[in-house]
C-alpha cells in the first residue's frame, strides 16, 4: 500500500520525539515511526526486581530554576511540556587516586562553584576570575550571534569576542593552562571531559565551557519521575497534536527520486512525504538508502567521521539506604589526575562515574534500599577486543566485577555483599537496542576537526541529503541530552521554513498562471 503526508519524523528517541511535536503543532501531517513498542530511545528505564533503573539518561545540563529558567527548562515551556526537576546543587565528588590524588567535592551556583574551587585549591583565584569572566564573554557572544541570525560581522567577534574566538579553537586543556591553572585545579575542572567522551587535550574549549556554564548556573536536573516522564509528556504531547505515531514499526528503506528523499518504507508499505526527518545516525540512513543513492561527498564524510565512545554500564540495586552507602549523587573516580586518549585505548579505563540516585530523588527505591549505576566510558575495539558470543557472559561478569571492586576499594563501601539486583550493559547491549554503530552513544567523535564550531560553522562537514533532515545527538552539538531536543526544535523549524517557502513558490506560481490565462481569455474574447 501507499500513504501520503506533510513530513515523516523517523525514529521517537529525544530528538525524534520533539521534532514531530513542533511539526505537528503548526499544522502538519506527520507520521512518527518508531521500531520498538516504547517511545524514548535511551530517555526511558527498565525494571529488575523491585527496582527501576535508568537505561541512560538521568540528569540534563542547563535546567536552571523556575526563577531562573536555563535553556531546556525554557525549551519545554515553549513546546507546553511539564517536567518535575529536582536541582542538585553538588555538582560531583571527583576522587583521583594516586601519590597526587585528592578527593574534593564542588558545588553548583556561581559564588558555591568558586569558593568550593577556592577551597580546593587556594592559590587559583585569580585564575579562576579570568575562566568567569570568560563564561561570560561565551555567553554575550553567543547571543549577539543569535542576534545576527548566525551570521555575525566578523570584526565585532574580533574585536569584541575574541576571548571566545580562542576558547572555540582550542582545547579545552590549553585554555585552562593560558588562564594560569595548576595541575590540581585543572584536574578538577576538566572532570566532566567524560560526559563528552573526549580527553581534555583534544576537547574544544567552548563546547566544554557551554556545558561547564549550565551546571554551574543550577546544579543538575534530575526529572523525579524518571527520563521516561519526558519522553512519555512528548509522546502525550505529539497525541494531542494530531501527530500519528507508529509505534512497532521499523523504517526499512527509504525512497529516493531524482537525488531527493520523498519517503520511507516501513514493512510492505510506501509512505510519501514533501519532507524527512531522521532521528537515526546518517551511517543507518546510508544503508537504508543504499549506495547508489548517497553523494561522493557524504560518503567520503560518513567513511571521515569516527563514533563516539560507548559505555559498561553496571546498574546495581542496593539492600542500602543511601545513608548508609553514604555516597552523593555522582562521583567520578579516575587513577590519575589527566587521563588522555590512551586512558581510553585500552581494555578497561581507568575511569568512571558512579551515581546513587537516591541522594537526589529520596523515594527512587523502596525504603531501606537505593539504587546505583556505575558507567564506564569505553571504545568498543578495545574493550571488546577478544569477545566472541561464547565467552561474552564470562567477559560482561568479570568487567562489572572488576569496576564493582574497585568503586568498594576507592570509595570504601561495600557493594557486593549487599546487591539485591544487578543488570549489565555493554556497546554491544546499546547496539542492539537502539542500532547505533559500535553502540555509540552520542554519535560521531567531537574531534578537532568534526567538533562542534567546524559542525555549526562548515557547512563541508554537513551531510546534503535532499528533503532529508537530520536531529539527534550526531548533530552539530553532539554529546548530550539536553542539545538532542534543541536538535528537534531545530529540524523542524528548517522543514516548516522550506516547506512555507514551497507553498510561497507555489502560490506565486499560480498566480502568474492565473494572470497569464486571464490575459489570454481576454485576447480571446476581443
Known sequence: MKYET??????????????ANELA?????VILFEKHNLP????TSFVRGRFEFEASLHELCDVGTEENPGVVRKLFDKIGLDVDFINEMTLFRTVVKGVEGYDVSIKAGREEFE???L?????CGKSMKKLMKLLNSTQEALAYNDKKHGKPNKLVMLMRYSSFLISASHPLDDVLLSLGFEDKARSILETYWSYLGVPATDLNAFHYFEMLRGYVKAGAGVPRLRSYSISLGLAENNFKNGCDVRLNSEVTGFIFEDGKVIGVRVGDDEYYAKEVISNIIPHNVANLAGSENIKEKDKKLLNARKFGVSFLCIYLGMDLSVEELG????????????PGESFLKTKYPEIYIVNCLNAVVEDATPSGTSSLFITVPVIPEYFMEGVTPENYREFKNEAALRYIKDCEETLGINVLDHI???SVATPVTFARYFAAPDGTAYGYELSRWDGLMARMLDKINRFSYDRLTFCGGHGASGDGYGVTYLSGIEAAEKVISRLKKQELIEDIKQTVKNTVSGKRRKKEEN
Open 327 to 338: 555516597l552523593p549523587y555522582t562521583t567520578f573516580v579516575s587513577s590519575c589526575l589527566f
Open 119 to 123: 577551597e580546593c585549591c587556594p592559590e
Open 6 to 19: 506533510d513530513v515523516i519524523v523517523v525514529g521517537a528517541g529525544n530528538g525524534g520525539l520533539t521534532a
Open 115 to 117: 569558593r568550593s574551587m
Open 40 to 43: 524514548g530511545g535511551v530517555a
Open 420 to 422: 539485591e539486583e544487578i
Open 25 to 29: 503543532r503548526s499544522g502538519l501531517k
